[in-house]
């Protein structure tokens, strides 16, 4: 049976749905776990990705760090993961005795580079978004744990600045847009290169852009493949984020288990930034 809430694609488009392989599970008795998430000073954490580890069960904490799911009582730890705090370990032998289960996560250290990056003055298109297709991308329901996003690989070493990303139009009455930016190593693991995570708050709209300017330096190096992952967390309502498709290397991907697909598409991400010189820019 087709799950209303997955990420869906509609009519001349491409369907990610159909991506994934949908396999019979037994049924397990479920366990209700449920809390709030806190960083070292009491304060709520939002849109913690939480999941069952080796199962494809997860869920997004809500924006004041609240979470809730039902686990198969399978004796499998969940884990608690966000780009700005260490990943987290909830043992079974601990949530299974709880129903509600409240965790503190350490924010992660970031050792700021004392070397100084030189870089041009002019700003440059280091990844444009390809040729458009006629078909778009719709993510859609209110608990859609699907990100996909556009391949890039550089051919030089730049600073990214700026992501823009066409919108062919929003239904959530609100819902928050995650940006994220991985490397990708030989191995095909993605890594997520930011210190700080990109949410774009969004209301019901018709066609418009993302216009998103990093606050961080992101250096993204020569010869180096990079994804930037869109996703649409904690909607209010029900709804649709549609975005149109370009003919371009794409993977759509579980943002709570990491599982992913490539895909020979999609969404239009053009990232702009500036060159980084070997000597210093002339006046």
């Known amino acids: 049976m087709k799950d209303q809430n997955s990420t869906t694609f509609h009519q001349k488009t491409i369907l990610l749905s159909f991506l994934f392989m949908v396999i019979a599970m037994p049924s397990w008795a479920q366990i209700e776990i449920s809390g709030k998430i806190t960083n070292s000073e009491g304060k709520g954490i939002g849109f913690v990705s939480v999941g069952v580890i080796n199962d494809t069960i997860g869920v997004i904490s809500d924006k004041n760090g609240y979470y809730k799911l039902f686990v198969p009582d399978k004796h499998h730890d969940l884990t608690f993961s966000h780009v700005s705090y260490n990943n987290f370990v909830l043992p079974y032998s601990v949530y299974s005795k709880n129903k509600v289960n409240n965790v503190s996560m350490k924010e992660k250290t970031v050792e700021l580079s004392t070397v100084n990056v030189v870089y041009g003055k002019k700003t440059k298109t280091i990844s444009g978004m390809g040729l ?103 909607p209010t309502t029900n709804g649709q984020f549609v975005l149109p498709a370009y003919l371009k290397s794409g993977y759509v991907r579980n943002y709570v288990m990491g599982r992913r697909k490539k895909i020979p598409a999609s969404a239009g991400i053009k990232v702009e930034g500036r060159e980084i010189c070997d000597k210093p820019a002339s006046p």
């Open 132 to 234: 458009k297709l006629p078909g778009a991308l719709v993510a859609s329901g209110k608990k859609s744990s699907y990100e996909t996003g556009a391949i890039i690989t550089v051919g030089k070493n730049y600073v990214a600045e700026r992501i823009r990303i066409p919108v062919l139009g929003n239904t959530y009455e609100q819902c928050t847009v995650s940006v994220k930016i991985y490397n990708i190593d030989n191995k095909n693991v993605f890594k997520c290169i930011q210190n700080r995570p990109l949410y774009i708050p969004m209301k019901k709209c018709g066609k418009t852009t993302l216009d998103i300017t990093l606050e961080e330096k992101i250096i993204l190096e020569k010869g180096h493949r990079y994804c930037i992952g869109i996703a649409i967390i904690n």
